[in-house]
């Protein structure tokens, strides 16, 4: 197969996607499922509709977004098949989410992903949503995929707790990882558990936390209902965004430029240094959907 000429949309054509899809990203270059602009794709979907006025999130909606995401992210124009490029009836299920108290992921994301994995074929007991304790977990000690979800938050050790750090509890040694600014989190990926299993990112920008002081800070004045997700198969890449959409933020709160501190160096380096995915903003196509008001991006 010759990689250099082959397209998303030669793919789409000849319907070959439809049986890769959800392994391309492991085999062949990520950038290719971005057509002939060879740009690293990232889902950028929003909906003013999420969230209530009372602060409830709307799970059909929730539902709606993520699903079309999936489809636009696949090219495929039904929620069956799009899902169905991605997670197959043999498959061992994994959903790393995060549970941090103050900014946990969405339950009610947590079910649309489990929904459509269902839909899929899986059994439910080939089915776990984890955070903490995955290293005993049957289904994450077995997984033949994992789907990787959580919310984008400035974190004291890393700059921004980010879908890169979210698979840090794939070691029972975390604190190896803190140095520099937790430089090297990109390694993780590289782990047993973890390496060539990623079907998809998933980074929660409903209520994203966008300035912190010290370890395990929050306040809600540091959370702005941005009533979006970003969708992706790299993680660097949908970091990436996610970390300019923070910053841009930074700037429109405080009046000025004021770079999160320490700086989130793992995203760049989990491109330059490891490998792991696409950090540079001119390298990524940004596809967005739904609602646009004050993107900041």
């Known amino acids: 197969m010759n ?7 030669k793919l789409l054509k000849d319907g070959t996607l439809a049986a890769v899809a959800g392994t391309i990203y492991l085999n062949l270059p990520v950038k290719l499922l971005a057509g002939d602009t060879q740009k690293t794709p990232v889902v950028l979907i929003r909906d003013d509709k999420v969230i209530s ?8 909606v929730m539902q709606e977004m993520l699903d079309k995401a999936v489809m636009r992210l696949t090219g495929r124009n039904d929620v069956s098949s799009a899902w169905g490029t991605l997670i197959h009836p043999g498959d061992v299920v994994g959903i790393k989410t995060n549970v941090w108290a ?19 074929g ?12 995955l290293l005993k977990d049957p289904v994450f000690m077995n997984s033949t995929a994992l789907i990787n ?7 004291a050790w890393s700059g921004v707790g ?6 840090i509890m794939f070691t029972d040694k975390p ?4 140095p520099d600014s937790c430089a090297d989190l990109a390694t993780l990926w590289q782990y047993p558990m973890v390496k060539g299993k990623t079907r998809l990112n998933i980074l929660v920008m409903m209520t994203p936390q966008f300035h912190g002081v010290g370890p395990h800070h929050f306040s809600k004045e540091y959370i702005w209902p941005y009533k979006g997700l970003l969708v992706g198969f790299d993680p660097v890449a949908v970091d990436s965004v996610g970390l300019r959409i923070l910053q841009a933020r930074r700037k429109q709160y405080f009046g000025e430029d004021r770079p999160i501190n320490p700086p989130a160096k793992h995203i760049v380096l989990a491109d ?22 004050d993107s900041l991006i």
């Open 3 to 9: 990689r250099r000429n082959i397209t998303r949309r």
């Open 53 to 60: 006025p009372d602060g409830r999130y709307d799970s059909d």
């Open 102 to 120: 103050n900014l946990p992921t969405p339950a009610e994301l947590e079910q649309a992903i489990r929904r459509r994995v269902v839909e899929a």
């Open 122 to 133: 899986v059994t439910e007991e080939n089915i776990s949503i984890r955070d903490r304790g």
């Open 149 to 155: 979800v959580r919310p984008l938050r400035t974190h």
């Open 162 to 167: 980010s879908l890169i750090k979210n698979y």
């Open 175 to 178: 604190w190896d990882l803190h």
């Open 272 to 293: 330059t240094r490891h490998g792991l995915g696409t950090a540079d903003p001119n390298k990524i196509e940004l596809i967005r959907m739904g609602w646009e008001e």
